[in-house]
């Protein structure tokens, strides 16, 4: 593990992130990372089909709405 420097407002936003997605500040700037980092590799693909790929990848299985 490795610590990141990074600016007080994005520090700020962080904080308010993971309140709001019930995550650790480390937590959510991980999953922002990763995120990002599968954004780049993927730059054609939307957020919702970046999400979908890692749930799958998961195994979880995550019911449609309309199907609900």
């Known amino acids: 593990m490795g ?8 520090h ?3 904080r308010k992130s993971s309140s709001v997605m019930c995550r650790s500040i480390n937590a ?3 999953f922002w990372i990763k ?3 599968l ?3 993927n730059p054609t ?3 919702t089909e970046i999400m979908a790929q890692q749930l799958k990848n998961a ?3 995550v019911q449609d709405i309309e199907a609900a």
């Open 59 to 61: 195994d979880v299985q």
């Open 3 to 10: 610590i990141v420097k990074i600016g007080d407002a994005l």
């Open 28 to 30: 959510q700037a991980e």
């Open 45 to 47: 693909l939307p957020f």
């Open 39 to 41: 954004a780049e590799a």
């Open 35 to 37: 995120v990002g980092m």
């Open 12 to 14: 700020e936003e962080l």
